[in-house]
């Protein structure tokens, strides 16, 4: 069956220090692949997705980047940090089009 | 630009009893509406998926219907427990990459 880790779980940060943030999914081939950030009072927005390695797609300008270094590794960061990227990061994972997604755990990042 | 609306924001209800929550979409050119559960500080759980070609989805005590023309999704759960307290988030997937769109959601509490 397929799984999909994502770490940290929780994480405190100062402002402008990097970040990086890890999933990966196991038990599939060529996922489709998902970032999305869950903000305090807001609804789920989609940041980044990725059809396959090294082809990232980017929704949102903002002060984060992502990355596919593997097939089933995505890969979240940021060079400096800002108060505004608090909030809950979800990865996702799907076979393709017309499918579920399915969802990690989730990161809970705090910007100090 | 797709808008999701889930009514109502929040829910409560005495054990047993059956109950429907409202998701609205303004462009109805979807692919396909999916529903998810996620509780507290967790990540999101599938429930269902509907395909823009059907009109209802069954899993146990969860059924969700799609008028795809009218834009509109309900998910309609029978016999409530106290294990069904969460929010309750529906997507829409309607354009290329598999790319949900998410309400704000409806956060249910099933009472003893």
């Known amino acids: 069956s397929q799984t999909i880790h994502q770490w940290p779980a929780t994480l405190v940060q100062p402002v402008g220090s990097p970040l990086s943030l890890e999933c990966t999914v196991e038990?599939?081939?060529?996922?489709?692949l998902y970032w999305y950030r869950q903000a305090a009072g807001r609804g789920l927005q989609l940041l980044f997705y990725s059809v396959g390695i090294g082809q990232i797609s980017s929704e949102v300008p903002q002060n984060l980047s992502a990355s596919r270094p593997q097939d089933r590794q995505f890969i979240l960061s940021s060079k400096k940090l800002l108060l505004s990227d608090s909030g809950f990061y979800l990865c996702a994972w799907s076979t393709g089009a017309g499918q579920p997604q399915h969802f990690g755990d989730g990161t809970r990042l705090s910007i100090l | 630009k797709q808008e999701v609306t889930q009514i109502p924001a929040a829910l409560s209800v005495p054990e047993g009893e059956n109950l429907v929550l409202n998701c609205s979409f303004t462009?109805?050119?979807?692919?396909?509406l999916q529903w998810f559960r996620q509780d507290p500080g967790k990540g999101l759980t599938s429930l269902l998926l509907i395909q823009s070609s059907q009109r209802e989805q069954t899993s146990g005590r969860l059924n969700a219907s799609l008028d795809k023309s009218s834009g509109r999704s309900t998910l309609y759960i029978a016999a409530s427990q106290p294990g069904d307290s969460a929010t309750y988030l529906c997507?829409?997937?309607?354009?290329?990459?598999?790319?949900?769109?998410f309400g704000t959601g409806t956060q249910l509490k099933v009472e003893l």
């Open positions: 997507a829409v997937v309607s354009g290329g990459g598999n790319k949900l769109t």
């Open positions: 038990g599939t081939s060529n996922p489709n």
């Open positions: 462009d109805s050119a979807i692919y396909n």
